[in-house]
Nanobody, 123 residues
């Protein structure tokens, strides 16, 4: 099992910044991609940004140019620097990790989620 603990959410005004952190512990061997999803009230959870074990980032269209994802493999931690925040960024942000395990020739894949951290952007 993998445990993910998030921190860094809060209330900020439009144009402000926040930095989210997510620390992984437990069975961390085999973790490939780590990233962030968000879920606003009444909406589905959606991808914000992710980064592979080799450091390749992937961003949603809304995150490009404003958010930066980074990963510290030594600390098993992923960060999301969010700049120029907008009211529409208001949501619960969830950390996600994908872990591969089992036979090398045909590995299994498991998804893990943190409990979420609230980000609120006031206008």
């Amino acid at each position: 099992q993998v445990q993910l603990v998030e921190s860094g959410g809060g209330l900020v005004q439009t144009g402000g910044s926040l930095r989210l952190s997510c620390a992984a512990s437990g069975s961390i061997f085999g973790i490939d991609a780590m990233g962030w999803y968000c879920q606003a009230p009444g909406k589905q959870r959606e991808h914000v940004a992710s980064v592979t074990r080799r450091g390749s980032p992937n961003y949603s269209d809304s995150a490009k140019g404003r958010f930066t994802i980074s990963r510290d493999s030594v600390k098993n931690t992923v960060y999301l620097q969010m700049d120029d925040l907008k009211p529409e960024d208001t949501a619960v942000y969830y950390c996600h990790a994908e872990r591969s395990w089992g036979p090398i020739e045909s590995p299994f894949s498991s998804d893990y989620w943190g409990q979420g951290t609230q980000v609120t952007v006031s206008s």
